[in-house]
């Protein structure tokens, strides 16, 4: 096909696709054969890793360049991937760190309920420590309940993800909707979250109590 094609299927413009070109980041056509369909599923690739998971050129080469090299599982591209976005992410800023650390134990203790096999060195550890613990300097009363059923809800839908992209084959189309999970499922998730917590807030708390109903409003 020709680039005009390519970019209309991709939904890329002209000049993005030289671009990437420039950059390395997808190859030039054939000159007898033009752009091929593993053409069109690199770049829409490449689309999602650039507009999406908000990697630069450099960091979308590394990757794909560590992806051509050598046989891995869907795990370990998993990873491979997810560290990439985590490193081009910001954490949250919590630097409220109290002298004891049972936020350190919750979350390990978390971990060890849900049998998850944890690498403390990663961006995602590391970030989940922290707000543990400005959760405890804050308010500990509720944070191990809140953060187990936060857990248990994790465990849920990551299952449902890891579900539907096996679905998928072709590495290129399972890595690109890995990052658009991963990219997307946290603001998604907090939109479902406020709207379950306004129907529920509703349904529990507008109406009058007694006193004997505090504290059981649930």
């Known amino acids: 096909m020709r680039i005009s094609e390519l970019s209309d299927r991709a939904s890329v413009p ?20 033009g752009y091929s369909p593993e053409d069109l599923r690199r ?32 795990h370990e591209t998993f990873g491979m991937v997810l560290r990439t976005l985590e490193g081009s992410s910001s954490a949250p800023h919590t630097d409220v760190e109290p002298a004891d650390d049972e936020a350190l134990a919750l979350a390990r203790r978390v971990a060890d309920r849900h049998g998850w096999t944890v690498d403390q060195d990663t961006a995602s550890w590391r970030t989940l420590v922290k707000l543990l613990r400005t959760l405890h300097w804050l308010d500990d009363a509720d944070t191990a309940v809140v953060v187990e059923a936060y857990a248990a809800a994790a465990d849920r839908m990551t299952g449902a993800e890891i579900g539907v992209l096996g679905l998928y084959a072709d590495e290129d189309a399972l890595v690109e909707r890995l990052v658009l999970w991963t990219v997307f499922g946290d603001p998604l998730l907090a939109a479902l979250r406020r709207i379950a917590r306004q129907h529920t807030s509703g349904r529990v708390f507008d109406r009058e109590f007694s006193p004997a109903d505090r504290g059981s409003a649930i």
């Open 43 to 74: 770049l829409r690739l490449v689309r999602v890793l650039v507009e999406v998971g908000g990697l630069d050129p450099d960091q979308v080469r590394g990757l794909l360049g560590a992806m051509a090299g050598g046989t891995r599982t869907p």
């Open 14 to 33: 002209v000049a993005t696709v030289e671009y990437y070109q420039r950059e390395r980041l997808i190859s030039h056509p054939s000159e007898r054969h």
